[in-house]
C-alpha cells in the first residue's frame, strides 16, 4: 500500500493522480480536507481508503496501522509562508515528519518528504542540493525553518542514506484551487486579467532588478510530480534534491506567458512591496538540478510557456481537475 500524506491538496492528489495512470490504486490517502474545497480533488482519483491525518498518527505512534506500507510520499505540511503561529509550523512540518520518517525507518518503508526551496533563504549561499552543507542556509520566514529543521534531523541521525527529501521551487498547475492566498501567481494572475484586463507584480527595490525582473524558477505540477515519484522504487537512492527546472524566468515571462494563452493584450501595472514583504522577498531563485539527473531523471522539463498554456486552457479556463 502507498501511504500519500496530503494527499488531497496540491502536489499530493497530483501524485495520486499520476500513480493512477500508472495503474496504481492501492492508496491511502491522508489528509485534513475541513471547510475549504480540496476534497474536489479527490473526486476523480482512484484509492483504496482516505484517514484523517490526527488518525493516522495515532497509528503510527501505537503500531496499529492495519494495512501493510510500502511507500509513506509524505506531502502534508502547513504550507503557508506567512504562518506567525510558530508552534502550529513546528508540530505540523517538524514533529510530525520525524515521527513518520522514524517509523519507516524502523519498519523499512521506503520514505520519500516535501522538503521546500525556502529553506534556502535569500539564496546568497547558493541553492545547492547538498545535504551536507545544510547548518549555514537561513531560511527567511517560520515556514522554511520548520522545514530545514527536518532536514537538519536527518543528516543528524545518518538518515539521508535511506530517505529522500524534495526542496520544491515554484510550482504551478491545476488542483491548487483551494489554496487561497497561497496559490501561484499563475492561477492569481488568470483570474486578475480575465477580470481587469491587467495584472499586478510588485515593484523591485533592489537596485540589481528592475521591476518585474526579479527570477523564479517556476516548475509545472506535473514535472514535480515526474521527479517526486523518480524516487519511488529506486531505494538505492538517498538524500536531497532540489525539484526545478534549473532554468530561473522573471515575473514578466510569466505573465507574459498568462496574456498570450488567453489571447490578451499585455498590460502590467506594478505595485509597492508590502512593508512586510520587504526582508523576507526572495529576488532570485533557481534550482539546482544536476545531482537528480546524476541520480538518473533523463525527461525532458515543460518549458514555461508550455507549462502556462496547458494549465491556463486545459484547466483554469474550465476549471478542470486533473483526472476529469
Not at 503561529?85 to 513546528?90: E, G, S
Not at 518528504?113 to 549561499?125: E, I, N, P, R, V
Not at 524516487?231 to 496574456?259: P, Q
Not at 499585455?266 to 505595485?271: D, G, M, S, T, V
Request: net charge positive; proline share 2%; aromatic share 12%.
Amino acid at each position: 500500500m502507498i501511504v500519500v500524506t496530503g494527499g488531497a491538496g496540491f502536489i499530493g492528489s497530483a501524485i495520486v493522480w499520476k500513480l493512477n495512470q500508472l495503474g496504481e490504486s492501492n492508496i491511502i490517502i491522508v489528509d485534513e480536507l475541513g471547510t475549504e474545497e480540496k476534497w474536489k480533488n479527490l473526486v476523480p482519483l482512484k484509492l483504496h481508503d482516505f484517514v484523517h491525518k490526527d488518525e493516522f498518527i495515532r497509528m503510527i505512534l501505537g503500531q496499529t496501522v492495519p494495512f501493510k506500507i510500502s511507500v509513506i510520499i509524505h506531502m502534508g505540511a502547513n504550507s503557508s509562508t506567512t504562518e506567525k503561529n510558530a508552534d502550529l509550523l513546528f508540530s505540523s512540518n517538524y514533529l510530525y515528519t520525524k515521527t513518520l520518517a522514524e517509523y519507516s525507518l524502523e519498519k523499512n518503508i521506503r520514505f520519500i518528504y516535501a522538503s521546500s526551496a525556502a529553506t534556502y533563504g535569500d539564496g546568497s549561499l547558493g541553492f545547492n542540493d547538498d545535504e551536507n552543507n545544510l547548518e549555514p542556509l537561513r531560511p527567511m520566514n517560520m515556514y522554511g525553518y520548520s522545514k530545514q529543521m527536518f532536514d537538519v534531523w536527518a543528516k543528524k541521525n545518518n538518515a539521508f542514506g535511506k530517505i529522500v527529501g524534495l526542496k520544491y521551487f515554484n510550482v504551478y498547475g491545476p488542483n491548487e484551487y483551494h489554496k487561497g492566498n497561497m496559490r501561484s501567481v499563475v492561477h492569481k494572475a488568470y483570474e486578475q486579467i480575465r477580470d481587469s484586463g491587467k495584472v499586478k507584480l510588485f515593484k523591485s527595490k533592489n537596485s540589481r532588478y528592475k521591476d518585474g525582473q526579479q527570477l523564479r524558477d517556476f516548475i509545472f505540477i506535473k514535472d514535480a510530480v515526474d521527479m517526486t515519484l523518480f524516487f519511488l522504487d529506486k531505494k538505492n537512492i538517498g538524500g536531497l534534491f532540489n525539484v526545478g527546472t534549473g532554468k530561473a524566468r522573471t515575473w514578466n515571462d510569466l505573465v507574459t506567458s498568462i496574456f498570450n494563452s488567453m489571447n490578451k493584450p499585455i498590460k502590467i501595472e506594478y505595485i509597492d512591496l508590502p512593508d512586510e514583504l520587504e526582508n523576507k522577498y526572495q529576488y532570485f531563485t533557481e534550482a539546482k538540478i544536476d545531482k537528480i539527473k546524476t541520480a538518473g531523471y533523463k525527461k525532458v522539463i515543460t518549458s514555461l510557456e508550455d507549462g502556462v498554456t496547458e494549465y491556463v486552457k486545459n484547466y483554469l479556463m474550465g476549471k478542470q481537475y486533473l483526472g476529469e
